[in-house]
């Protein structure tokens, strides 16, 4: 992959792109100061960005903002993410953001509100945002494949996303036949005007402050749930073939996990173990990368399901998997010129039993 030129950091740029970050999440999300205070101090920014001037905002830098209110929401909705973030955070210790991961479905849209299909959906505003597709990875066990997407300008230091995509016409008739129903009743988050920003984005790699922060929160919502609950029947018929699609009829496009790089997984491992937290049995080893992940068991969230029979739905109908927290550890690989750089690839055998975390 090809890397674009960011110039280095000197401690007036680094001053002056913090002070953009803080006011895109200010104006943009309407942060107050004591979140803004806890994000922007516990964790760790790339180094180097591109910030011509006060008045014009980068690509990367947009990208970082919505990572950080990816991470934020998700810890609001993950207890033992957040427990394990506040205690890093108390030793003076920084999360590094090493990527975020979202589901999909690759499907026929049959009316024009939908949302593209599969990880389309978010090529279209991840590639304005300096970001480029940098592998897949078949999961065939689960019938899907992760598409990954790093940044030109950043590879190393900004988070990358897996962005899973689920392949109906391998189930059943009648598993195809609700997945359609349901997915019919997508709205797209985007409208006009975002588009129009996200093309200037992609010709110009930098929008103005004002706009920057007016698309924003249009990015991060498209993170989120875009078609009706299913029914309960629906929700059980969905789960009987595939528990990920039966995870997105209830979750859609949020933010499945957020993680963390580590440099010693086996004592993050521990410790957590040690505090009682949910934490996976082992540790996956990939097989074709020097990478070992593990994770927390995806938080229960209650969706508001009715069954065919109800009008209303029953608030505390169904308590399913919502989403979790991840942990990382990168070792090293060689280029093609010898020189010893980060292994940032993904494996197909880990990242399906990383999936298991939203099993229930």
Known sequence: MKHEEVPGTEPHQQAAYVQQLRELLKTGLGWEVDILDTIMNGVQHPSSFSASDSTRVHRSLLAHAMNLALLQRLLERVPDGAAYVQEKWQRGEKVMLDHGALRTVRYQRRHEAGL???????????????????????????????????????????????????????????????????????????????????????????????????????????????????TLEDYHLLKAESREMAWISTEG????????????????????RRKGRAIKPEIEVARHAKVQQTAFRAAPVSRPMRSTEQVQPNEDALWVPGSFFEFIERGEIEDDQGKRILDLRFDSSNAQGIFRMTSS
Not at 168 to 189: K, M, N, R
Not at 255 to 271: G, L, P, S
Request: net charge negative.
């Open 253 to 272: 496009n949020a933010f499945n996990h957020a993680t963390d790089r580590v440099d010693d997984i086996k004592a993050v491992e521990a410790e957590q």
């Open 116 to 230: 593209p299909s599969g990880h389309l959906a978010f090529k279209r505003i991840l590639e304005p945002l300096g970001y480029t597709l940098a592998g897949e990875y078949p999961l065939e066990r689960i019938k899907m494949c992760g598409f990954v997407y790093a940044s030109r300008d950043l590879p190393d230091s900004l988070s990358q996303f897996f962005v899973s995509e689920l392949y109906p016409e391998q189930f059943s008739e009648p598993f195809q036949a609700v997945v359609a129903a349901l997915l019919g009743t997508e709205q797209d988050p985007l409208g006009s005007v975002d588009d129009r920003l996200l093309n200037q984005l992609s010709q110009d790699h930098h929008l103005s402050l004002e706009d920057a922060a007016s698309l924003l929160p249009r990015l991060v919502a498209c993170f989120e749930r875009h078609h009706e609950l299913p």
